[in-house]
């Protein structure tokens, strides 16, 4: 058998998600009013980065063998206290809590207050995940049972924070990370219009696109490249052998959920910042959390872990999306997404399962 042959093997689950997305994105292209739009694609990309940014947050930890069902709450926690932080003005920042007024201080205004805020949201997010895997690791308490309650926390805390959905996010921050990147440029003022014709070409790409990128190539493929991050994978195929081995299990595990927190720490922060507010919508964050979990499989990451990638859940996220696309432009009852949804959520399950149905015995898998 050819190594690309016995690649596509390995891969089906994947491949099945890729061809299944690029049918039904061509289908609601072909569909849509405006078809092969710039507008089109920023709107959809909009729409799509929260809930790839949190199926990333949950694959991380079942690579490891876990579930966590905080995704959802983290993420919305992470938006509330953007809402406070990414205002971009001097304004005082303070809490009304059981009638107290507590004060936090201020942030710098302008640009500055924006990076401090945005830093500061992210390593809420990432402190997140990191008492979710100490939790997990030092209390020994099963993931699932886990970050069902630190999940309660959060969204606890968000609602402390936002018990009305409230707050402001800087105008230009908003429209610059939610067009193309020819407004972000313009935004920011990176160079005048006109003045980079090579420009050309890439302005219409969504910014929420080039940021997925960007996280996925500076972020998950250096963790994934190190010690730590093939660990993660070996605690999920075997975590007797990767212990036996001599590998940090316990290391290995807090740090994939402190990366998952980060992840959904990101997706909270640009949720903030594409509503332009903060909201403790407690379904909302349980439907985040869910999807998360729909996303992964749909990808074709394994739930018992060591099997599957970031790349895959992103990839199921957007599946998911562009169902919901679709059945705007079709006019379909929305009642009915949920039964398309499962459809192709047991579909990609069967797929990943051929390969251990087709067996005669278990030691073929490890061939």
Sequence with gaps: MSDLALRARQNVAFLTALALFVVIYMLYHLAHPKGFSSAVFVQNSDEAFGLALVAMAQTVPVLAGGLDLSVGASMTMVGCFASYLL???????????????????????GNAGLAIGAVLCLSIGLIAGWINGLVVVYGRIQPIIATLATGAIYIGIALFLRPQPGGKIDEDLNWALTNSLGDFASTVHIF???AAPWFAPFAVIPTPFVLLALIIVLVWLP???????????AIGSAEGAAYMSGLNVNRARIAAFTLGGFFAGCGGLFLAIQTSSGNADIPQASAYTLNSI???VIGGTSLLGGAGGIVGSVLGAMILRI??????????????QPLFEGLILLVAVSVGSLRVLRVKNTLELFR
């Design 87 to 109: 205002t971009g003005t001097a304004a005082p920042l303070a809490l009304d809590l059981f009638g107290a007024h507590i004060s936090l201080g201020a942030l710098p205004a």
């Design 192 to 194: 005048d219009d006109g």
């Design 223 to 233: 963790f994934r490249s190190t010690v730590t991050g093939r660990t993660v994978y």
């Design 294 to 296: 729909a996303s992964v």
């Design 323 to 336: 169902i919901s696309f679709t059945f705007r432009i079709f006019d379909i009852a929305p009642l009915l």
